[in-house]
């Protein structure tokens, strides 16, 4: 029996020689493995195959899958590579090649044909079969009225027998259009918009260039809706669970910096009620409640609002009300949990005032966590920034200081 | 122009009668617009129009679209919507009721003819015209021996023309299977191996039910993919952006509860050490700087670790090296952190010795948050809990009372 997919890439990805491993799977394996493996293990077995077995890879690909394996070659290997493809193949390739991988031109396949609104259903059938023919595919067909598209023709319009000298512009189905160079997440939507067909990308006279097709977009999809987990918690969006410790540093430092700010000003704040705490050092033993419980309630609402903004669902113009309801929840939560907290310290510390400042604080911190939660991200929709990357640290710093500054500032207002 | 679909989307879910506001669209806005409303604002759009308008809605879905909103009816509405659609539609209809909306069934279309080994191009054409005849579809063409699928007989083969009396099992293309009732996690994982193929779905028999498509497959992949941000930070994965407050307090307060767990932990940690913070309250005031590195660098190895297992790239067996970087990128990390940290605290407070504690204690509290936000994770999965749901609980519990523990800890050996 075939060995599982994912054990032969995990295989892969934790040999010493991952060229190698590589190499001895047979073409069908090979194609299924190499596109789930990360972008670094991707370089390293390409790196450690040489390139006659590159060609032997890649010359079955459909060109844009062929593309991104050339794209990660070297400019010498990459050319060493193409020059031995066949013509047509090697053309649509390079021709490729020269956009950007994550626009709609890095992800658009070039199996489609165009014909003239005045032409018939035997034309086009004949241009239908030449493509197949060439390439072994079948072509998206697109009508158009002098260069402009119209639409596109469905395929299975030419299997229908007796359309006698019948229109086929009464046949067509409207299409989407992105331009070329537009970004993933922006043809995302437009495929969001219209899941049932293939989108045509244009260049800037708008010309056709390519066809994306639903199965190229799952991919972008991944990466898109998975990024927003890694900009939650400040990872570089390309970083690998397998990458070396050396990638994981780098990718992840600077993050740890700019919350290490975060962490001071909360700190200074605590400087604040020094004394307060010289003079009552329960207080200490119950800050990381305060602090902790604040920061879960935190990114509860941050991720509920992120991820509202990325489907399209919120913006800071319509989110009046969501962040109302955040502030409701947040407060609730707050009398919830905050209640328990209160009992227990009152139990434990036989001081129900010292119970009534922690139960008073939590809530109130839970009622700044659901209102930063969702204004945070939201704001930096607005202005331009990418609500995940930077929200968790500016929130976290408001439940932390603010926080701390209710609960002790309380404390040393009620108790001393 | 058309207003944009984000816009009228935010105006249903912010208005007082979302069925009004959805009623006014034209057809082919509803239908975009529904699909991409969280369930809680669809269910209030059906509640706010008549039966008729749902009917009106639904007669010109795609079925499995239109068994999504039926499914979304209450019985009564159900059946008054279905009895009004025309015989064909409502019998596959009700048959896709009867499954499970999150399971391979549940995203599966009808479209399909299926084809014996034997008839020839011909007969297979005839059958192609006569679905798409009554259904207005193109079908996917399953040739099956004995009721055993073989493969499917790609569309495009029937426009070919020359066929002569060739055998259809020569044309044939391997098609991937799924049960019926597996879940969608499943059948994504066999659409990302199989991407550019049509997933077949069979019952208990072997025999076909259905068939899925990419774009079938899309919706499913986003919320799969976005689950795994809303695990981490306990919200219930159908929670919106748009719900009330009662829902969000309903949906959140348990994880917050479990999470109280924790901080108690933590307190319990810091309370050993009261006397020791009594004769140096410094320490307070640097323990929410030791808490928070700790939590963010842990968060960090959790979210690769996490993305990891969902990507199928590691495993607890294969993991061993990726939780030994976990571990080195965490040191490092706490080398710069710690170092800048001591130095701060070194010229702050005039103590190199209270500098070089709480270096020290900030990069042993990395070293654990790099280990233990790689090793729950893949042991919550080698156990068969879901890594991301209960990882972030743990992963803060372990780096807050470790890091407490060892910072106070080496405060009280080496200051006092």
């Given at each position: 029996m075939q060995e599982p997919t994912i054990d032969v890439q995990q295989q892969i990805a934790i040999s010493e020689r991952p060229g190698e491993e590589f190499q001895a799977l047979p073409w069908t394996r090979q194609r299924v493995v190499f596109f789930q493996l990360p972008e670094s293990i991707q370089r390293d077995v390409l790196d450690g195959i040489d390139r006659q077995e590159v060609r032997q890879f890649v010359r079955r690909l459909d060109p844009d899958d062929a593309t991104d394996v050339i794209g990660l070659l070297d400019g010498d290997t990459q050319e060493a590579v193409l020059s031995q493809l066949d013509t047509d193949r090697r053309e649509r390739i390079e021709f490729l090649l020269?956009?950007?991988?994550?626009s709609a031109a890095g992800m658009m396949d070039l199996d489609y044909v165009t014909v003239d609104r005045d032409q018939g259903f035997e034309e086009v059938a004949q241009l239908v079969r030449r493509h197949e023919a060439r390439t072994g595919r079948f072509p998206t067909v697109f009508v158009t009225d002098d260069d402009e598209v119209m639409g596109e023709l469905p395929g299975h319009t030419l299997v229908l027998?007796?359309?006698?000298?019948?229109?086929?512009?009464?046949?067509l189905r409207p299409t989407p259009t992105v331009r070329y160079a537009q970004p993933n997440s922006e043809v995302i939507a437009v495929f969001r918009a219209n899941p049932q067909s293939k989108i045509v990308v244009l260049d800037e006279d708008d010309r056709i260039l390519g066809v994306i097709y639903a199965d190229d977009l799952l991919r972008a999809i991944e990466e898109e809706v998975g990024q927003t987990l890694y900009e939650f918690t400040g990872?570089?969006?390309?970083?690998?669970?397998?990458?070396g410790a050396l990638e994981k540093i780098r990718r992840r430092y600077k993050w740890l910096i700019i919350n290490l700010g975060g962490g001071f000003l909360a700190a200074a704040t605590v400087g604040l009620f020094e004394e307060t705490i010289a003079a009552l050092t329960l207080l200490a033993i119950y800050m990381p409640i305060v602090a902790g419980m604040g920061g879960n309630a935190g990114t509860q609402s941050m991720a509920v609002t992120v991820r509202g903004i990325a489907l399209d669902q919120i913006s800071l113009r319509t989110g009046r009300r969501a962040i109302g309801n955040e502030v409701l929840a947040g407060g609730a939560n707050g009398v919830i949990t905050g209640g328990i907290v209160a009992v227990i310290a009152t139990l434990v510390n036989q001081s129900p005032l010292f119970g009534l400042v922690i139960g008073i604080a939590m809530v109130l911190n839970l009622v700044i966590a659901g209102f930063f939660g969702a204004l945070v991200p939201l704001s930096l929709d607005r202005l331009?920034?990418?609500?995940?990357?930077s929200a968790t640290v500016f929130i976290t710093m408001a439940t932390d200081v603010l926080g701390f500054f209710i609960f002790l500032g309380l404390a040393q207002i009620v108790l001393l």
């Open positions: 020269k956009f950007s991988p994550d027998a007796g359309h006698g000298r019948a229109d086929i512009t009464e046949y990872v570089d969006e390309q970083e690998s669970v397998l990458d331009g920034y990418d609500p995940a990357t």
